[in-house]
Structures are given as structure tokens and as C-alpha cells.
């Protein structure tokens, strides 16, 4: 039997990932007519509010959108 469990953990080990992905919870609005939105993204780099925002800003002014407010960021 505990031949067959150090294969295993080992496994699992090596098929977690190396790193923990970073989502940004955001409100956002569009103008004319005012539309609000509110989303969540996988963003790279540092997982803090400013990073966040720093990647948000331009990511949704291109579609159109302004960035209100980063809510919050978790690692996954």
C-alpha cells in the first residue's frame, strides 16, 4: 500500500500549478446611454488593487468603457 501512495502524492504534487491566478473583481460604466457593468478578470503580475487597475484602465477604455472602481482581488 505505500507503494502505491508516494506515486500518487508525487503526482499531485508535480500537476499542481505553479502559480495561483489573480482575479479582479471591477465596476465599470459606458456613456450614452449610461450602461454599468460589473465583472471579474484574471489579471497578471502583482494581485493588489493597484496592479489591477493599472491593467484594467486601458484593457477597458478600448472597449469603450471607464473603469470605476477595483473592487477587490483574490488569488485563486
Do not use: H, W
Request: hydrophobic fraction near 55%; charge should be positive.
Amino acid at each position: 500500500m505505500k507503494k502505491m501512495i508516494a506515486p500518487l502524492l508525487f503526482a499531485a504534487l508535480v500537476a499542481a500549478p505553479a502559480s495561483a491566478a489573480c482575479l479582479a473583481e471591477y465596476k465599470a460604466k459606458r456613456d450614452n446611454p449610461l450602461r454599468l457593468f460589473y465583472g471579474t478578470i484574471e489579471i497578471s503580475g502583482a494581485c493588489t488593487v493597484a496592479a489591477a487597475t493599472a491593467q484594467l484602465g486601458p484593457q477597458l477604455a478600448a472597449q469603450g468603457m471607464t473603469l470605476l472602481k477595483v473592487l477587490s482581488v483574490s488569488q485563486e
